[in-house]
């Protein structure tokens, strides 16, 4: 195979499924960082954010792209609510509790997608997009788009996490939640102020992943398994690891069908997965070990 | 505990008296994917159904006027799910005979485990693996969609005739779509055909760019789809396009879908083709479609009048037996036996009186003849189609 | 209508929930006891439906088969299959926090599907395995049915002793020592890795040995009949409903769900079509409710784990407020 078609057919469908990826494994890791558990409703708030942005692209006549931010608020207002409703009195118990509880969460999210918009594949936008053609690389206007909202999304997520006020505070907490509490932190709102930001992640990975391919119930846990191994190998609550790890397991996942049978493409990010626990448990940038 | 045995010992009964019908009427089972991968189709088959079962009341109901009572349930496309609703529909409704399941593995699972044990005749108008044709079913499985083993063979046939000899061959990991492809393929080398490339697909993965790109590799600029075309079908579909992988597309009767042509565009697709299984031209057809569209429903639908015929015909065998479900299997063979006078879809009472009078008669389906071969299956008629507008067109007839 | 035909609905329920209770058991020994979150139980009872259904049915073409060894045979294998299945996974996950073990069996139980779909000469694929043997299938329907229950029921009773008589051997007392306080545990010398793999292997075992119950009710499987998530969530929600820690409880907690998710069906099935089909979402949506309002009026179940000498000297309403759930020591974080 040539560079050319081997670039075109392997490496960009790698980085475009791998910025999903690691949109969803910063959501992923946020989470463990903050709240210590694992959030298995985590591919289902994206599905529901990916059809909040149809819902408001439909309704208001909005492009699917003007309507990214408000559905980015309500998929963040419905992280809240979940958590309030849901979460915040298991804070007690052992984290495991809230685990199993996201898991019956992310089944009610599912199932409230099914009711109002069926089992149909639907798509932001009809016809099809042609790939413009840069020097022999074939890369859909859309594609572009989306690395760049995404590179744009994790460099204001960094600034924000670096330099204000809040920012520090969630870093702080994540660091130390009794001395961050001391410290005067509320944590409440610190907690309330990260699943906003997991759940407007989940709403921008959900919709990039409904560009590139279709708006469908199931999306988003289909998504789950690649998305916690790009979190697990990046390390858990390391930032840039969630976004190597990301890219690691998009690119990863499209090149496997050069070694195996495309019906087992579906598994590297668990083979991967696996590896990571295996050789080294704290992630490429050395993040907790839970 | 005692208590909650109790309320559940209740409810049991409770859902059990509200899903049996009074007792002087009959029940038939009308089952189908409602949810699952068939949901797409769900509306317009359950329709179809209603529409037999309402045109049966309304000339005059079973016997003496008794109601025909479709008792609906859901099997999910999911043997679990399947076997579990059938159950009740069998044991608890009480049904004579049924219609559907529609996926294959659903039909296999339920007749299996269920309605031949229980000795009920399945009609599925809609499950078309060959693996159905070999089950021992001790005469009490029968289908009116005719077998993929034939539309795989059609369909190889008919892009050798059309000049095509070197396909590559994608389909999606299940029943429907290894059962057409292992047909499909089987035939299309044994008359000289090339299939340079051959890959299954997992259903609801984000992309299939890499795997497209692997088939194209074989050389071939045709490409055999056996898809969902509201599922990964669409997406392989315009993934492929977008990129020119291939030339021309060719797809099973599950691409026949208008989500296909409203997200690609009719624009984009000059170059795409799908096979369906058709209903032979015929008056039979005329009156249902006429019919089934003034009450509400879309005659072009996939499968509607396989649906409306399992249904239509059923309700003749429990007329011509009294609901007597061990006899009704060989009524169906009698019904369609072409001795008989004719009788048209829709055409209840006259049936009625002729049965009544003893005279024996000759169900012509709205999908066919439904002549059922020794294993209750039906010979298919199949034509193939390419997009125009916002619908299909009928291109050509398939040997 | 004909009274002793109606009373093959309840059987049927009867026969699922002993399936499902035999699962919920399962569980029970590793989360309730070991404190083990598997939520791959679907990938172990396709396991074990898969291998009894090619140890027991006869010779089919492309796929290997032809064993036609009797029906117990089929469930030795089938939970010798899941043992073998089940090492690895332990071996590698165990050593984690639970979340990690979660979302590995997610992985495990997809892994397991897709080769169930794939591997054509192991599987049949796609088109899955038929002519599965099924103890008395040659009786009339309503006998064959009663006499299935009672095997069912037997192999339930049997499996409900052997798990009972195990967790109060010094081995259970250890286990829940090790569950309750890892740290304290591994102290006084236990050797807790080997412990918990133990197990997740008997676990993992007897969700193999429902499944071969399973195959053999249905004489046939495919892989459709195993839905990964909606087996799994029912069978955790019997768990967590009747009380984790508790085998008698998470068999109350099968038998109610088992009831609510078989018997609203006919319920929704009686609407009309384009209704019905929100129905069944809705039932989806109410069951991940249940979950949730379970977890916060009354997280420890219906039937709490017991405490003390378990099971002794009826001590009871005596219930820990650690018993709530599996506490993961003093690990956090």
Same mark, same amino acid.
């Given at each position: 195979m040539d560079i050319s078609s081997f670039i075109n057919f392997f490496l960009i469908p790698g980085i475009i499924l791998g910025s999903i990826y690691a949109l969803g494994a910063i959501g992923v890791t946020l989470v463990y960082a903050i709240m210590r558990h694992g959030h298995f409703a985590h591919g289902d708030l994206a599905t529901f954010g990916a059809f909040m942005v149809l819902l408001f692209s439909a309704s208001s006549g909005l492009s699917p792209y003007a309507a990214l931010p408000i559905a980015a608020v309500a998929a963040g207002l419905m992280a809240i609510a979940i958590d309030w409703l849901f979460y915040t009195h298991l804070r007690t118990l052992p984290k495991i509790i809230t685990t199993i509880s996201s898991l019956g969460v992310a089944l009610m999210l599912r199932a409230v997608v099914q009711i109002f918009w069926g089992v149909n594949t639907l798509s932001?936008?009809?016809?099809?997009?042609?790939?413009?053609?840069?020097?022999?690389?074939?890369?859909?206007?859309h594609e572009v788009v989306t690395v760049v909202m995404v590179i744009g999304l994790v460099v204001a997520l960094e600034i924000f996490l670096r330099h204000s006020k809040w920012g520090k505070a969630m870093r702080a907490m994540s660091d130390n939640p009794d001395l961050a509490s001391l410290c005067g932190i509320d944590n409440r709102k610190v907690i309330a102020l990260t699943w906003m930001l997991v759940g407007a992640l989940c709403a921008a990975s959900g919709f990039f992943l409904g560009l590139n391919t279709q708006v469908k119930s199931l999306m988003g846990w289909n998504i789950l398994l690649p998305t916690f191994a790009a979190a697990i190998l990046g390390g858990v609550g390391r930032i840039e690891g969630a976004i190597l790890g990301g890219l690691i397991v998009g690119i990863c996942e499209e090149m496997s069908v050069l070694v195996i049978r495309s019906e087992y493409k579906v598994l590297s990010g668990f083979v991967i997965l696996l590896l990571a626990l295996l050789i080294r448990p704290t992630g490429l940038f050395r993040g907790k070990v839970l | 505990m005692r208590n909650t045995v109790l309320g559940m010992a209740s409810l049991i009964v409770a859902a059990g008296v509200a899903a049996t019908p009074a007792q002087a009427d009959v029940g038939i089972g009308l089952v189908g994917g409602i949810t699952g991968g068939t949901a797409a189709l769900a509306p317009e088959m359950m329709k179809s159904y209603q529409f037999a079962v309402k045109q049966v009341n309304d000339q005059g109901g079973i016997k003496n006027g008794e109601k025909l009572i479709g008792v609906v349930a859901d099997d999910g496309c999911n043997a679990q799910t399947g076997v579990d609703a059938v159950t009740k529909v069998v044991n608890v409704s009480q049904v004579v005979g049924m219609a559907g399941p529609w996926c294959s593995g659903v039909v296999l699972a339920v007749a299996n485990s269920v309605t031949i044990p229980a000795g009920v005749?399945?009609?599925?108008?809609?499950?078309?693996?060959?693996?159905?044709?070999?089950?021992?079913?001790?005469?009490?499985?029968?289908r009116t969609v005719p077998s993929d083993e034939y539309q795989g063979q059609v369909l190889a046939r008919t892009l050798l005739a059309r000049g095509t000899t070197k396909v590559a061959l994608s389909f999606i990991n299940n029943d429907y779509g290894k059962g057409l492809a292992d047909a499909f393929q089987k035939e299309f080398?044994?008359?000289?055909?090339?299939?340079?490339?051959?890959?299954a697909h997992e259903e609801n993965r984000a992309s299939y760019?890499?795997?497209?790109?692997?088939?194209?590799?074989?050389?071939?600029?045709?490409?055999?789809?056996? @898809?969902?075309? @509201?599922?990964?079908?669409?997406?392989?579909?315009?993934?492929? $396009?977008?990129?020119?992988?291939?030339?021309?597309?060719?797809?099973?009767?599950?691409?026949?879908?208008?989500?296909?042509?409203?997200?690609?565009?009719?624009?984009?697709?000059?170059?795409?083709?799908?096979?369906?299984?058709?209903?032979?031209?015929?008056?039979?057809?005329?009156?249902?479609?006429?019919?089934?569209?003034?009450?509400?429903?879309?005659?072009?639908?996939?499968?509607?009048?396989?649906?409306?015929?399992?249904?239509?015909?059923?309700?003749?065998?429990?007329?011509?037996?009294?609901? @007597?479900?061990?006899?009704?299997?060989?009524?169906?063979?009698?019904?369609?036996?072409?001795?008989g006078e004719s009788i048209m879809p829709g055409e209840w009472a006259k049936a009625k009186a002729l049965i009544a009078a003893g005279k024996p008669i000759s169900y012509k389906g709205a999908s066919g003849t439904l002549a059922f071969d020794a294993n209750g299956d039906v010979p298919g008629a199949y034509a193939l189609f390419k997009v125009n507008g916002d619908d299909f067109q009928f291109v050509t007839d398939m040997k | 209508?004909?009274?002793?035909?109606?009373?093959?609905?309840?059987?049927?329920?009867? $026969?699922?929930?002993?399936?499902?209770?035999?699962?919920?058991?399962?569980?029970?020994?590793?989360?309730?006891?070991?404190?083990?979150?598997?939520?791959?139980?679907?990938?172990?009872?396709?396991?074990?439906?898969?291998?009894?259904?090619?140890l027991t049915s006869p010779a089919a073409v492309g796929r290997i088969g032809g064993f036609s060894l009797p029906v117990p045979v089929g469930m030795l294998g089938a939970m010798l299959a899941c043992v073998v299945a089940a090492w690895p996974v332990g071996k590698v996950c165990l050593r984690f926090r639970s979340d990690y073990l979660a979302i590995v069996s997610i992985g495990v139980a997809e892994a397991i599907r897709l080769v169930v779909r794939s591997e054509e000469w192991l599987t049949n694929g796609s088109r899955g395995i038929i002519d599965i043997p099924r103890p008395f299938g040659d009786l009339p329907y309503a006998q064959s049915q009663v006499a299935f229950l009672g095997l069912s029921c037997l192999i339930l009773l049997v499996v409900y002793f052997l798990v009972e008589r195990q967790l109060r051997s010094p081995w259970g007392r250890m286990m829940r020592a090790i569950r309750d306080n890892e740290t304290a545990a591994q102290a006084m010398g236990k050797d807790v890795p080997r412990r918990r793999l133990e197990a997740f292997i008997l676990g993992s075992a007897l969700m193999g040995l429902a499944g071969a119950l399973y195959v053999h009710l249905t004489r046939v499987i495919t892989p459709d009949a195993i839905d990964p998530m909606i087996v799994t969530f029912l069978v955790w929600i019997m768990v967590?409903?009747?009380?984790?820690?508790?085998?008698?409880?998470?068999?109350?907690?099968?038998? $109610?769900?088992?009831?609510?998710?078989?018997?609203?069906?006919?319920?929704?099935?009686?609407?009309?079509?384009?209704?019905?089909?929100?129905?069944?979402?809705?039932?989806?949506?109410?069951?991940?409710?249940?979950?949730?309002?379970?977890?916060?009026?009354?997280?420890?179940?219906?039937?709490?784990?017991?405490?003390?000498?378990?099971?002794?000297?009826?001590?009871?309403?005596?219930?820990s407020p650690e018993a709530i759930a599996p506490s993961e020591g003093s690990d956090d974080v």
């Open positions: 932001y936008e009809t016809g099809i997009a042609r790939p413009e053609n840069w020097f022999g690389l074939r890369i859909k206007p | 005749v399945l009609i599925t108008p809609a499950g078309t693996s060959p693996q159905i044709t070999a089950l021992k079913d001790n005469d009490l499985v029968f080398v044994a008359k000289g055909g090339t299939v340079a490339a051959r890959a760019r890499t795997d497209l790109a692997q088939l194209a590799k074989g050389g071939a600029d045709t490409l055999v789809l056996i @898809d969902y075309g @509201d599922s990964s079908g669409l997406t392989v579909l315009r993934e492929s $396009i977008e990129n020119d992988f291939f030339k021309t597309y060719v797809g099973g009767e599950g691409m026949k879908t208008t989500a296909t042509i409203k997200t690609i565009g009719s624009k984009n697709l000059a170059n795409f083709y799908v096979s369906s299984p058709v209903s032979e031209k015929s008056q039979s057809l005329e009156v249902f479609a006429s019919g089934f569209k003034s009450a509400g429903g879309d005659p072009n639908a996939t499968f509607v009048s396989t649906s409306y015929d399992a249904v239509f015909l059923l309700a003749l065998a429990i007329e011509q037996t009294g609901g @007597d479900k061990t006899k009704i299997s060989a009524a169906l063979r009698n019904l369609v036996d072409a001795a | 209508m004909n009274f002793v035909t109606l009373l093959n609905y309840p059987i049927y329920l009867l $026969i699922f929930i002993s399936i499902y209770g035999c699962l919920t058991i399962a569980l029970n020994v590793q989360w309730g006891y070991a404190g083990l979150f598997n939520a791959g139980v679907a990938g172990f009872f396709a396991v074990g439906a898969y291998t009894s259904a090619i967590i409903l009747g009380g984790s820690g508790n085998n008698r409880g998470v068999l109350v907690g099968a038998l $109610i769900i088992w009831v609510i998710w078989s018997a609203s069906e006919l319920v929704t099935d009686q609407l009309p079509a384009d209704i019905a089909l929100k129905a069944k979402y809705a039932r989806m949506f109410l069951v991940g409710l249940l979950l949730q309002v379970i977890l916060r009026l009354r997280p420890e179940g219906l039937l709490p784990e017991r405490v003390g000498t378990a099971g002794g000297s009826g001590d009871l309403g005596r219930t």
